[in-house]
């Protein structure tokens, strides 16, 4: 009996110890949703032997594992599109790790890189503040603040007219009488309330709000696909530079723009690319949404890249490595181009989310005129091994020459 304990506690120890094994380590951090393309392998090293079972061979993968090197190299191989499941077993018999496997068709897209410049009118009239309304006999009210409305609401409705321009809100607000039905959006959600209107100095009614009905920038085009004719740009959503929340848009025009001056970025102050507006697309392309990973809409016409006139096919987050990439953009008049630079971290994500992996630029010529990453290279498309793996969309204040990046996934699942 004795022994037996001893026997079961020295069993137990080494459990214990075996989760502190680098092989079971790296298991655990194996991503719970692989992502494949037809074709692609994905291999795998450990230190110990290791077995990946499919849970449907003939499928869509297919494991095997290369003995010459002590079944420490389980390999997985990509067939057909399609998900299963596979399980990676510690000397072939203990589950450590399951894992979705989900195999996509390759997709090629035509990268972007070009200067663009948006111009966006929002869904409704932003409020950027509450502010108070002073009455003839010199108190301050604040008529709307009283009734609920706060900054990052946007009013759709003022006594059942529709609301989309800055003139259109002061329109139905003089033209209601008593009491004022205002029905807005907040957090995607369409509310309403009744707001008290006060007479101002000059004899003017208010409802007591700073608000904004437009916005307009620069920034660089990611992707066109030329099966869809879907476009991503920016990688991340354009926000009020007041209040600093997603700007709900109605619609907007998209615009080639010149890059005419560079601010140059240095240790705790962001550069800037300086461009104006130059025409030639905004009858083509269609504004749709802008989100939290970037500005999506449709084009008519044939967008090509000088550089990649055929395209690229995109790489799934599992095929991105830390090493040695490239980025195309827009810094002068010679119109897109092609720098060096380096992912020096990848962030596996099981949901899509914008900041997927870091850049460093590498490139001399780059950090010359802008001393790495500055306003208006968001939407840069990042490229490596012959793909086209996500965008630049921050730089990192304090190191100008790093900053984040998306993956090309997670943009395309946010155009929908």
């Known amino acids: 009996m004795k022994a037996k304990r001893v026997l079961g506690g020295m069993l137990a120890a080494a459990l214990i110890a075996l989760n502190f ?20 392998e994905k291999s795998y090293s450990f230190f ?42 510690l000397l072939g ?44 006999d010199g108190t301050a009210v604040y008529p709307a603040c009283d009734a609920g409305l706060s900054s990052g609401d946007c009013i759709t409705g003022i006594c059942g007219k529709k609301v989309d321009s800055m003139q259109a809100l002061t329109e ?20 309403r309330t009744t707001v008290t209107p006060a007479i101002d100095e000059s004899g003017e009614k208010r409802l007591g709000v700073w608000v904004r009905d437009s916005t307009a920038g620069i920034g660089t085009l990611t992707f066109v696909d030329p ?22 848009i109605r619609d907007g025009d998209v ?15 962001a550069g800037e690319l300086h461009g104006v507006f130059t025409g030639g697309w905004n009858s083509a392309f269609t504004l749709k949404s802008n989100t939290e990973m970037g500005v999506y809409g ?40 092609e720098f060096s630079c380096r992912i020096i971290r ?22 010359a005129v802008t001393g790495g990453i500055v306003q208006g290279m968001s939407g840069s498309p990042i490229l490596q091994n012959g793909k086209l793996v996500g965008a630049v969309t921050h730089v990192l204040v304090n190191d100008p020459t790093r900053g984040y990046g998306i993956y090309i996934e997670n943009m395309l699942k946010a155009a929908g």
């Open 21 to 40: 094994v680098p092989s079971v380590q790296s298991m655990r951090n194996i991503p719970e949703l692989i992502h494949l393309t037809q074709g692609q």
């Open 48 to 89: 110990l032997p290791v077995k990946v079972e499919v849970e449907r061979e003939g499928t869509c993968v297919s494991s095997s594992t290369d003995e010459t090197l002590g079944s420490r190299s389980p390999t997985l191989t990509s067939q057909d599109v399609g998900s299963t499941q596979v399980v990676f077993r």
């Open 93 to 136: 018999c203990i589950p450590l790790r399951t894992a979705t496997v989900q195999v996509d068709g390759e997709r090629v897209l035509i990268p972007g890189g070009q200067s663009i410049g948006l111009t966006m009118f929002t869904n409704g009239v932003f409020i950027v503040d509450c502010a108070s309304v002073y009455r003839a």
């Open 172 to 191: 139905a607000v003089r033209d209601c009488d008593g009491p004022i039905e205002v029905e807005y959006v907040r957090d995607g959600k369409t509310r």
């Open 227 to 248: 099966q869809t004719h879907i476009f991503g740009a920016l990688g991340h959503a354009v926000t009020d530079q007041d209040t600093g929340k997603v700007l709900p």
């Open 255 to 269: 615009y080639l723009s010149e890059i005419i001056d560079v601010k140059k970025g240095s240790r705790g102050e």
């Open 298 to 337: 449709t084009v008519e016409k044939q967008i090509t890249n000088p550089l990649y006139p055929q395209g690229l096919p995109i790489a799934a987050q599992s095929e991105i490595e830390v090493g040695p990439a490239s980025l195309l953009t827009t810094i002068d008049g010679n119109g897109v181009r």
């Open 346 to 367: 990848v962030n596996p994500q099981l949901t899509a989310a914008p900041r997927s992996m870091v850049v460093e630029i590498t490139d001399p010529e780059l950090l």
